[in-house]
T-cell receptor
Framework: EDQVTQSPEALRLQEGESSSLNCSYTVSGLRGLFWYRQDPGKGPEFLFTLYSAGEEKEKERLKATLTKKESFLHITAPKPEDSATYLCAVEEDGQNFVFGPGTRLSVLP | NAGVTQTPKFQVLKTGQSMTLQCAQDMNHEYMSWYRQDPGMGLRLIHYSVGAGITDQGEVPNGYNVSRSTTEDFPLRLLSAAPSQTSVYFC????????????FGSGTRLTVV
């Protein structure tokens, strides 16, 4: 069964303390892996798309990387405004998306 | 502001009642979809549409109906509400079916008692 897992479930960082979030997936034919950010009471907001192993994308303090089995979202020197839930989703060949449960990130000042 | 508009934001229903969650987008997107989000679980696809007049089932379609008579609107109908349908519902749209550039609405929080 296709599955997307994310770890950790929740992460607390001090402002400036860099870390990484993990998204692991088991799909037979990956078409794309997507990262979204979700703030409380709002819908997810698109961040990145990764299509092939070795690909990297960057946006401000965030960098997403992809291997054949997992993706990492690296957060460098985070600020309190980076606090949110980060979701990953995978698209399998010819199918719709499977979302992971998310990682709740809290960045303390 | 351009985007996806969902109404209502909050709703409480009694078991057995029916209702329609509204979703409208003004970006001329062909692809629209409905998800539900439950604690500890990822977003799960209920129904989707690749264009006006075309709809299909997602992962968890039971108890829900959709229609797509125009490009802009994609309402979700709960036929006979059950407590298991208590959830937050999100509508999303995109120019394409892939995940790039999905725009989500702000959600409808539904409680069935």
């Amino acid at each position: 069964e296709d599955q997307v897992t994310q770890s950790p479930e929740a992460l607390r960082l001090q402002e400036g303390e860099s870390s990484s979030l993990n998204c692991s997936y088991t799909v037979s034919g990956l078409r794309g892996l997507f990262w979204y950010r979700q703030d409380p009471g709002k819908g997810p907001e698109f961040l990145f798309t990764l299509y092939s192993a070795g690909e990297e994308k960057e946006k401000e303090r965030l960098k997403a990387t992809l291997t054949k089995k997992e993706s990492f979202l690296h957060i460098t020197a985070p600020k309190p405004e980076d606090s949110a839930t980060y979701l990953c989703a995978v698209e399998e060949d010819g199918q719709n998306f499977v979302f992971g449960p998310g990682t709740r990130l809290s960045v303390l000042p | 502001n351009a985007g996806v508009t969902q109404t209502p934001k909050f709703q409480v229903l009694k078991t057995g009642q029916s209702m329609t969650l509204q979703c409208a987008q003004d970006m001329n997107h062909e692809y629209m979809s409905w998800y539900r989000q439950d604690p500890g679980m990822g977003l799960r696809l209920i129904h989707y549409s690749v264009g006006a007049g075309i709809t299909d089932q997602g992962e968890v379609p039971n108890g829900y109906n959709v229609s797509r008579s125009t490009t802009e609107d994609f309402p979700l109908r709960l036929l006979s509400a059950a407590p298991s349908q208590t959830s937050v519902y999100f509508c999303a749209s995109s120019a394409h079916r892939d995940g790039y550039g999905y725009t989500f609405g702000s959600g409808t929080r539904l409680t069935v008692v």
